[in-house]
């Protein structure tokens, strides 16, 4: 499937425990590297991002996000999105139910009492084709058939993964439908800028950046209350830096999401534009990531429900060691008018990117 790979990887990761037949399909490793020698391990099943390899202030490489290091830890991870490919829909839709032209439409409950990420068996319970191009090219392809978890449509899906030599993790979206349905594509990586380690260290001490004006309120299911508030006076405002967890604790609203889950609204001088989303640095090790998207808006989550589960080397996952940027539309966007559409139409091609830049500070 690949003739890139490198049997020698940063991460320590053997093919063999990732090639098997699953869904009748071929799963593989696969590793970019760039000119730097920063590498980025990826498999097929669910677009599952396995390990990105950047070094800290000393130049050591540790990898800073959390994955695994066989495809049944994949398949059977207790963390069921961490850094797969989210869709159809990601993020969540009230009640499971959605209207179009007049027909509403029904989701796997999933998410007591509502649908996320596109239902039990979405995006990151499937296996891609994949093709590997060159060395730091990635291409994954499915076909998200009509009716599959309930959506309309026969949904046709490419992901390229790209490895720069600048350190950046781009991530290319498109996808076509035969029928009109809703698309809202993204990935959950669970980053850990500290490295992922048996003992690691919490994200409440990231210096973080947001590029948002605004933010989406939720109630205690975490579906958005029907307002876009200002973040100004609040415990989401993070226009100038400040620590993750400093406020973290503050008002209903980190109480309803167990922490930080919500949706930021961007700052965008034109709908689409790829501009700058996030920026978080990790004080420890020196390394920084930004985030740079034509989404929207971007759903950051602190890890708040992670509960020590196994990662790959031994590596534990407890409660907030990890932060997730998820580029996206808003919340329960099909049952919201005046939220940014993510209905897609026929003849319509739906595409997005987003950039994850590396860098040491």
Not at 104 to 113: E, H, K, T, V
Request: charged residues 20%; proline residues 5%; glycine residues 8%.
């Amino acid at each position: 499937m690949s003739d890139f790979f490198v049997a020698d990887n940063l991460a320590g990761l053997k093919r063999e425990d990732f090639q098997s037949t699953v869904q009748g399909k071929k799963t593989d490793l696969f590793i970019l590297k760039n000119r730097k020698g920063s590498e980025i391990a990826v498999t097929n099943y669910a677009g599952a991002l396995l390990a990105i390899m950047m070094p800290d202030r000393n130049g050591r490489m540790e990898s800073v996000v959390w994955g695994h290091d066989s495809i049944e830890h994949v398949i059977n991870s207790a963390e069921t999105y961490l850094s797969v490919l989210i869709g159809r829909y990601g993020n969540r839709i009230a009640a499971g139910k959605f209207t179009l032209d007049g027909k509403q439409y029904s989701l796997a409950i999933n998410n007591d009492p509502n649908s996320l990420h596109g239902g039990p068996t979405g995006f990151h319970a499937r296996v891609f084709d994949a093709e590997q191009t060159d060395a730091q090219t990635l291409h994954l392809h499915y076909l998200c058939k009509d009716g599959e978890e309930g959506f309309p449509g026969n949904l046709d899906v490419n992901v390229t993964y790209r490895l720069t030599d600048d350190n950046e993790l781009v991530i290319e979206y498109e996808a076509t439908t035969d029928s009109k349905t809703v698309v809202c594509l993204t990935n959950h990586a669970y980053f850990t800028l500290n490295g992922m380690k048996k003992n690691p260290l919490s994200v409440l001490d990231y210096d973080l950046t947001i590029n948002a004006d605004h933010y989406i309120p939720i109630d205690d299911t975490a579906i958005p209350l029907g307002t876009i508030d200002k973040v100004e006076g609040t415990s989401f405002d993070f226009r100038t830096p400040h620590k993750v967890g400093a406020r973290i604790e503050e008002g209903q609203q980190t109480k309803n999401g167990n922490g930080y889950d919500h949706c930021w609204v961007l700052n965008k001088r034109q709908p689409g534009e790829l501009s700058f989303a996030v920026k978080c640095v990790d004080p420890a090790s020196g390394r920084s990531l930004e985030c740079y998207t034509t989404e929207p808006g971007v759903q950051c989550y602190t890890g708040n429900y992670c509960s020590g589960s196994i990662c790959a080397h031994g590596s534990d996952l407890p409660k907030r060691c990890a932060i997730c940027f998820e580029a996206e539309h808003f919340p329960d966007s099909p049952n919201r008018p005046y939220f940014p559409s993510t209905v897609l139409n026929p003849g319509e091609v739906y595409s997005q990117t987003t950039i994850y830049r590396f860098g040491v500070e």
